[in-house]
């Protein structure tokens, strides 16, 4: 097994802890633990990676930008693939209350005045965008989005794809930047 993919199953468990050490506390009540969570699982995903990147350049067979960018993208493959399996087996069967409740705190924010006043508002400000659409016909959208992206297996494809887009974009910006200290000291 590469070393790529030992660092992406290591960030892996260690997610994982995250998450059933969140969930164990509780705070997975919080309506905006998803948001916190994902800031989590982010800085593992772009650690690890560095931590990848770095430990292969080190090696001269590996020291070319396109075998630490390959070995950054296995990582990130790894850690995405698993992390929106275990995404989708906790929406799923861990904690299937959580998306449940998470989408009825946000029908109910699309039904608040407030809501109702900032759609109202929008509307008036734009007439010609949204000519043929009433504030209901928003909301009931918004709503119809809501149920739609609350399943698991809308969160496994989101999460995949998210983290797939964060890894490889972090595994250039941070191959980009090992390539040029390796140049500029002589690394």
Partial sequence: MSKSIKIGIAAVVVSILFEMITFGY?????????????????FVLVTSVAITIIS?????????IISQLKSGIKTTSV?????????????KWINPDYMENRRNHLIELTNASKTKEAIEKE??????YYETESSEDLIDNQQES?????????IFALSLF?????????????????????????L
């Fill in 79 to 91: 850690y995405a693939i698993l992390m929106s399996s275990f995404f989708f087996s906790y929406n």
């Fill in 123 to 128: 509307i008036n400000a734009n007439p010609e």
């Fill in 146 to 154: 809501i149920n739609t992206t609350r399943e698991p297996k809308v």
């Fill in 162 to 186: 998210s983290l797939m887009i964060l890894g490889m974009g972090f595994s250039l910006i941070i191959s980009l930047i090992n390539r040029l200290f390796q140049k500029r000291f002589n």
């Fill in 56 to 64: 292969i350049s080190k090696h001269k067979d590996f020291n070319d």
């Fill in 26 to 42: 509780g705070l997975h009540d919080n309506i905006n633990s998803s948001a916190i969570s994902f800031m989590f699982h982010s």
